[in-house]
């Protein structure tokens, strides 16, 4: 069955230390993996797109890395408006369902 | 450029009731989508389509409809509602090309069902 797993479920960092947040996944032949920053009362914005292991993508703070197992979120000296909550979802092969995690819960304090 | 547009943005049901989640897109995406999300955990897939005329069951799609008969428009309709569909609904659009897949949601309608 096809699973994505996201870790810490929360994480508090001070400004400008930097951090990691994970997405491991489960799927029979990886479409795609994305990542969605969610702001509270919000819907999801579209951040990032990966195919391929060894892929990596980049957006002024934030870099994501792929693995065939997992993908990464670095998140470069934060400020307090990174603070939100990161999603992470897989697109398996052959299918246009997209299967997301619980999330990771950013908190930056200044 | 508005985007997925959903209505209303929130919404108090009776036990019993029906009502109609409205969700309209202008990008000329192809594939909608359909998600709820409760305190706490990620996004759930209710039904989703692919096309007009085209639709197709989620994880969760129990006490739940929808219809798709035009590109732009993909609402959802729930029968006879209950507590457990307590949550707030995103919908979804989508342009599924090759290496270009990205999804884009609404701002979400919270419903509460008491």
């Known amino acids: 069955e096809d699973q994505v797993t996201q870790s810490p479920e929360a994480l508090r960092l001070q400004e400008g230390e930097s951090s990691s947040l994970n997405c491991s996944y489960t799927?029979?032949?990886?479409?795609?993996l994305f990542w969605y920053r969610q702001d509270p009362g919000k819907g999801p914005e579209f951040l990032f797109t990966?195919?391929?292991a060894g892929e990596e993508k980049e957006k002024e703070r934030l870099k994501a890395t792929l693995t065939k197992k997992e993908s990464f979120l670095h998140i470069t000296a934060p400020k307090p408006e990174d603070s939100a909550t990161y999603l992470c979802?897989?697109?398996?092969?052959?299918?246009?369902?997209?299967?997301f995690g619980t999330g990771t819960r950013l908190k930056v304090l200044a | 450029n508005a985007g997925v547009t959903q209505t209303p943005k929130f919404r108090i049901l009776k036990i019993g009731q029906s009502m109609t989640l409205q969700c309209t897109q202008d990008?000329?995406?192809?594939?909608m989508y359909w998600y709820r999300q409760d305190p706490g955990m990620g996004l759930k897939l209710i039904y989703y389509?692919?096309?007009?005329?085209?639709?197709d069951k989620g994880e969760v799609p129990n006490g739940y409809n929808v219809s798709r008969s035009t590109t732009e428009d993909f609402p959802l309709r729930l029968e006879l509602a209950a507590p457990s569909q307590t949550s707030v609904y995103f919908c979804?659009?989508?342009?599924?090309?090759?290496?270009?897949?990205?999804?884009?949601f609404g701002a979400g309608t919270r419903l509460s069902v008491l």
């Open positions: 979804a659009s989508s342009y599924e090309g090759v290496a270009k897949n990205i999804q884009y």
């Open positions: 799927v029979s032949g990886l479409r795609g």
């Open positions: 990966l195919y391929s």
């Open positions: 979802a897989v697109q398996a092969t052959g299918t246009y369902k997209y299967i």
């Open positions: 990008m000329n995406h192809n594939y």
């Open positions: 389509s692919v096309g007009a005329g085209i639709t």
